[in-house]
C-alpha cells in the first residue's frame, strides 16, 4: 500500500517561492505516474502538474512557466518548485500517484483516476 506524506507549505507574498515535499513509501510497480494537484475551498480539485517514470513531465496551463515538478527516486521524493506565486494559487495541494502493474505513463490529470493520496499541506498567497 502506498503512503504518501506531503510538507512544505506554507504561508508566503504574491511573488514568492515554496518547495513542496512529498515521500513516499510502499510502491509496488515500477511504472507510475506521479502528480500535484490541488483544491481551493468551494473548488474541485485540480491536477496541476505530472511526472511518468522516467521523467517526463505535464503542467497544467495556469501552473507552466512558474511551477517545476521532479522526483529523486533515490529518496523516493517528490518536489513541486513553485515561483512567481499568485494569490490564486493558494490552496491545499496534495500528491498522488497512479501505479501501473502492466507498464504506463501520466495522461490524465483528472483527480478520479489516481488512487493513492496524501494527507495535503496548506499553500496561502497573500497579495
Known amino acids: 500500500q502506498v503512503q504518501l506524506v506531503e510538507s512544505g507549505g506554507s504561508s508566503v507574498q504574491a511573488g514568492g517561492s515554496l518547495r513542496l515535499s512529498c515521500a513516499a513509501s510502499?510502491?509496488?510497480?515500477?511504472?507510475?505516474?506521479l502528480g500535484w494537484f490541488r483544491q481551493a475551498p468551494g473548488k474541485k480539485r485540480e491536477g496541476i502538474a505530472l511526472i511518468d517514470t522516467d521523467d517526463t513531465t505535464t503542467y497544467e496551463d495556469s501552473v507552466k512557466g512558474r511551477f517545476t515538478i521532479s522526483q529523486d527516486n533515490a529518496k523516493n521524493t517528490l518536489y513541486l518548485q513553485m515561483n512567481s506565486l499568485k494569490p490564486e494559487d493558494t490552496a491545499m495541494y496534495y500528491c498522488?500517484?497512479?501505479?501501473?502493474?502492466?507498464?504506463?505513463?501520466?495522461?490524465?490529470?483528472?483527480?478520479?483516476?489516481?488512487?493513492?493520496w496524501g494527507q495535503g499541506t496548506q499553500v496561502t498567497v497573500s497579495s
Open positions: 498522488a500517484v497512479e501505479e501501473f502493474p502492466d507498464g504506463g505513463y501520466c495522461y490524465t490529470f483528472t483527480a478520479t483516476e489516481y488512487h493513492s
Open positions: 510502499g510502491y509496488t510497480y515500477s511504472s507510475r505516474c
